[in-house]
T-cell receptor, first 113, second 111 residues
Framework: NAGVTQTPKFQVLKTGQSMTLQCAQD?????MSWYRQDPGMGLRLIHY???????DQGEVPNGYNVSRSTTEDFPLRLLSAAPSQTSVYFC????????????FGNGTRLTVT | GENVEQHPSTLSVQEGDSAVIKCTYS??????FPWYKQELGKRPQLIID?????GEKKDQRIAVTLNKTAKHFSLHITETQPEDSAVYFC??????????FGGGTRVLVKP
């Protein structure tokens, strides 16, 4: 199993550009989520999905969209990039249900200039 | 709300000594408390977790304790080694699988 795969690893955007961060998992996990990590602020939940066709907002959803058309994929879209979105983004998945461990991808480091 | 407070933010210990990190939460519905270790430039990885029906759990040199009445839980690392140097995050979860993370503790083990 490859686990949780994120692409790209690094990305630089100009303010106002849009892009999609890709996330795929091959563990047949029902639950997938996106977090952003900023210095001193831990990991903050952006959006999450409990299964294909279902998505919901986390703690910091503004400026981001997600979709879950398949169990395997959970892309994160930045609609109009802003410098405040400079961060490291982690996708994570779990087999679902309450209290199941999260498996993280290797992260995408995004810089918005 | 769902906030998790984590202390200290940095912790420096001598090799062989113990390290303790404490987290507090406010949501009484919290019932799952994992701890993640993140090495520099790497992804967070689960090292131990505890559920609300258990007060303590051990795995070799690491242990977690939970006090549901006081709404706090702690990570204990004994006989610290240089490879324990990393950032550690606590988290809490309730229904579903939304985890709320603490701000992290940077642990430095000095040889």
């Amino acid at each position: 199993n490859a686990g949780v795969t994120q692409t790209p690893k690094f990305q630089v955007l100009k303010t106002g550009q849009s892009m999609t961060l890709q996330c795929a998992q091959d563990m047949n996990h029902e639950y997938m989520s996106w977090y952003r990590q900023d210095p001193g602020m831990g990991l903050r939940l952006i959006h999450y999905s409990v299964g294909a066709g279902i998505t919901d907002q986390g703690e910091v959803p503004n400026g981001y969209n997600v979709s879950r058309s398949t169990t395997e994929d959970f892309p994160l879209r930045l609609l109009s990039a802003a410098p405040s979105q400079t961060s490291v983004y982690f996708c994570a998945s779990s087999y679902g249900g309450t209290n199941s461990p999260l498996h993280f991808g290797n992260g995408t480091r995004l810089t918005v200039t | 709300g769902e906030n998790v407070e984590q202390h200290p933010s940095t912790l420096s210990v001598q090799e062989g000594d113990s390290a303790v990190i404490k987290c507090t939460y406010s949501d009484s519905a919290s019932n799952y408390f994992p701890w993640y270790k993140q090495e520099l430039g790497k992804r967070p990885q689960l090292i131990i977790d505890i559920r609300s029906n258990v007060g303590e759990k051990k795995d070799q040199r690491i242990a977690v304790t939970l006090n549901k009445t006081a709404k706090h839980f702690s990570l204990h690392i004994t006989e610290t080694q240089p490879e324990d140097s990393a950032v550690y995050f606590c988290a809490r979860g309730a229904a579903g699988n939304k985890l709320t993370f603490g701000g992290g503790t940077r642990v430095l083990v000095k040889p």
